[in-house]
Protein backbone atom coordinates (compact mmCIF):
# COMPACT_ATOMS: atom_id res chain seq x y z
CA UNK A 1 0.00 0.00 0.00
CA UNK A 2 1.15 3.37 -0.87
CA UNK A 3 0.15 6.54 0.81
CA UNK A 4 0.18 10.11 -0.51
CA UNK A 5 0.89 12.49 3.10
CA UNK A 6 0.16 15.76 2.73
CA UNK A 7 1.00 18.07 5.97
CA UNK A 8 -0.44 21.58 5.92
CA UNK A 9 0.22 24.68 7.91
CA UNK A 10 -3.12 26.56 7.92
CA UNK A 11 -3.90 30.62 9.26
CA UNK A 12 -6.05 30.70 11.87
CA UNK A 13 -7.81 33.32 9.98
CA UNK A 14 -9.42 30.71 7.48
CA UNK A 15 -9.23 27.70 9.45
CA UNK A 16 -12.64 27.15 9.78
CA UNK A 17 -13.71 27.67 6.37
CA UNK A 18 -10.46 25.67 4.96
CA UNK A 19 -11.41 22.81 6.89
CA UNK A 20 -15.05 23.39 5.37
CA UNK A 21 -13.54 23.58 1.69
CA UNK A 22 -11.09 20.45 2.57
CA UNK A 23 -14.40 18.03 3.77
CA UNK A 24 -16.59 19.40 1.30
CA UNK A 25 -14.96 20.30 -2.26
CA UNK A 26 -11.34 19.32 -2.28
CA UNK A 27 -10.92 15.94 -0.94
CA UNK A 28 -13.72 14.73 -2.94
CA UNK A 29 -12.29 15.95 -5.62
CA UNK A 30 -9.12 14.18 -5.26
CA UNK A 31 -10.55 10.87 -4.09
CA UNK A 32 -12.96 11.71 -7.55
CA UNK A 33 -9.97 11.16 -9.33
CA UNK A 34 -10.24 7.57 -9.12
CA UNK A 35 -6.91 6.69 -8.00
CA UNK A 36 -6.83 6.48 -4.36
CA UNK A 37 -9.52 3.76 -2.43
CA UNK A 38 -9.89 5.90 0.85
CA UNK A 39 -8.20 8.91 3.12
CA UNK A 40 -8.12 9.84 6.40
CA UNK A 41 -7.96 13.28 8.07
CA UNK A 42 -6.04 14.49 10.85
CA UNK A 43 -4.72 17.60 13.29
CA UNK A 44 -1.69 17.58 14.96
CA UNK A 45 -1.55 18.16 18.71
CA UNK A 46 1.39 19.26 20.84
CA UNK A 47 2.36 22.19 18.13
CA UNK A 48 2.76 25.95 18.61
CA UNK A 49 -0.48 27.18 16.88
CA UNK A 50 0.57 30.94 17.44
CA UNK A 51 0.59 30.88 13.42
CA UNK A 52 -1.71 28.40 12.06
CA UNK A 53 -2.80 24.86 12.98
CA UNK A 54 -1.25 22.00 11.19
CA UNK A 55 -3.57 19.17 9.46
CA UNK A 56 -2.46 15.98 8.08
CA UNK A 57 -4.50 14.43 4.75
CA UNK A 58 -3.57 11.06 4.13
CA UNK A 59 -4.61 9.76 0.48
CA UNK A 60 -4.46 5.65 0.21
CA UNK A 61 -3.47 3.41 -3.70
CA UNK A 62 -2.76 -0.06 -3.86
CA UNK A 63 0.22 0.69 -6.37
CA UNK A 64 2.46 3.08 -6.88
CA UNK A 65 1.09 3.63 -10.70
CA UNK A 66 -1.54 5.42 -9.57
CA UNK A 67 -0.26 7.92 -7.03
CA UNK A 68 2.32 8.94 -10.25
CA UNK A 69 -0.56 9.46 -12.68
CA UNK A 70 -2.54 10.98 -9.90
CA UNK A 71 0.70 13.68 -9.34
CA UNK A 72 1.06 14.25 -13.15
CA UNK A 73 -2.23 14.22 -14.27
CA UNK A 74 -4.62 16.10 -12.02
CA UNK A 75 -2.48 17.37 -8.90
CA UNK A 76 -1.28 20.63 -10.64
CA UNK A 77 -4.71 21.85 -11.56
CA UNK A 78 -5.98 21.16 -7.53
CA UNK A 79 -2.86 22.35 -6.12
CA UNK A 80 -3.55 25.40 -8.35
CA UNK A 81 -7.17 25.78 -7.30
CA UNK A 82 -6.27 25.83 -3.69
CA UNK A 83 -3.47 28.26 -4.33
CA UNK A 84 -6.26 30.32 -5.87
CA UNK A 85 -9.03 30.20 -3.12
CA UNK A 86 -6.09 30.32 -0.06
CA UNK A 87 -3.29 32.04 -1.83
CA UNK A 88 -0.28 31.80 0.67
CA UNK A 89 -2.41 31.37 4.05
CA UNK A 90 -1.42 28.03 3.91
CA UNK A 91 1.44 26.13 3.04
CA UNK A 92 1.60 22.38 2.34
CA UNK A 93 4.30 19.91 2.51
CA UNK A 94 4.02 16.23 0.72
CA UNK A 95 5.44 12.88 1.19
CA UNK A 96 4.81 9.43 -0.20
CA UNK A 97 5.07 6.41 2.13
CA UNK A 98 5.06 2.49 1.64
CA UNK A 99 3.76 0.14 3.76
CA UNK A 100 6.79 -2.41 5.45
CA UNK A 101 5.95 -5.98 5.90
Known amino acids: MFVYNITIKVDNNIEEEWLRWQKEIHIPEILATGFFYDH ?8 DESEGKTYVIQYFSL ?24 GNQFIAFRTLLKTVQ
Open 63 to 86: EKKDYEEYIHGYAPLLREKAFLKW
Open 40 to 47: RFFKLLDQ
